[in-house]
């Protein structure tokens, strides 16, 4: 198998990450003085979501890396994945109140063209996390290698299947970018490498748990020679195990690889449910995602892509020191 194991140089620090913070939507990160040159500097924050601990692992990071410039956050995002509008409305208040610079993650690279637009027109330094517009005014993006990720997840599941069988791939998001690249990278690696594996399903549950389960459902009846199911994301993934304890079924009876760390994902793969999953660095995604902000306000060029890496994960590496430092429950 190749070893397409990924580490940023802000992992090892992620050991030290303190208690995620609360699911509610927005709020204020507070400034650590002036200890990094950055006081009275403000980056607003909008993420496509608060659902998922991801989006609070993220949250994290950008908390701390802003306490250690000295510079105030905010971060914000809808409620769902799907809410485009209601990312779009929070876009064009933090365009209306001039923040110092914008970070963004687009729900969909194609509507938040027209405000990103109007943020450079204004002068406004614009960055991305996770997830790009399909702009040229953002500077950077801080993001996972999700094709990478995806053929991560693909080489693993071919190992667990011994090579061969049907297998079927619940998706988060057929428009957003990391929706679709991880689907790719999944697939690509799949027909190039594993000939006699056969992806006989792709549907998409925006990322709901409840979706995703029905969905997850619907194959295993659809396709009684279903060896295993890949989800997406950290909503897919759990819609996934929680179709198969509605079923009776176990990790023997299908191969399960997710994507994203949390505590239900987490307990899965200890219980056997899950195979594994790939795991992202979300505090490192955070702490670029505001070092990138601060670094474009006193005008210096950020890296365009940074990478913050990406790492599989199961029962018998997830107390390993590398790996534990990117989980987040």
Known sequence: MKNRKKMSVLAAAAIAVVALAGCAQGGDAGSGGDAGGGEGIEIAMISKGFQHQFWQAVKTGAEQRAEELGVTITFEGPASETEVDAQLQMLQAAIDRSPDAIAY???????????????????????QFD???DSDVPVSIAKTDSLGAGALAADHMAELMGGEGE???????????????????????MEAEYPDIEIVDIQYGDGDHLKSAD???????????????????????????????ELSLTGDDLTVIGFDSGKAQMDAITNGL???????????????TVQAAFDAINGETPEEVIDTGYFFYDADNMTDEEIAAVLYE
């Not at 297998?167 to 690696?189: C, K, P, Y």
């Not at 619907?218 to 020679?225: E, G, K, L, T, V």
């Open 274 to 288: 899950m195979a594994g999953a790939i795991t992202q660095n979300p505090i490192g995604i955070g702490a670029e």
């Open 105 to 127: 993650a687009a729900l969909d690279p194609e509507a938040c063209i027209p405000l990103i637009d109007a943020a450079g027109a204004a002068d406004i330094p614009v960055v």
């Open 131 to 133: 997830a790009g517009c």
């Open 215 to 245: 969905i997850a459902k619907a194959m295993i009846a659809a396709h009684p020679d279903l060896k295993g199911i890949y989800g997406t994301n950290e909503g897919s993934a759990v819609g996934v195990v929680n179709a198969l304890t």
């Open 167 to 189: 297998v079927a791939i619940v998706g988060h998001s057929q428009i957003n970018s990391t929706g679709v690249e991880r689907r790719d990278g999944f697939v690509d690696q």
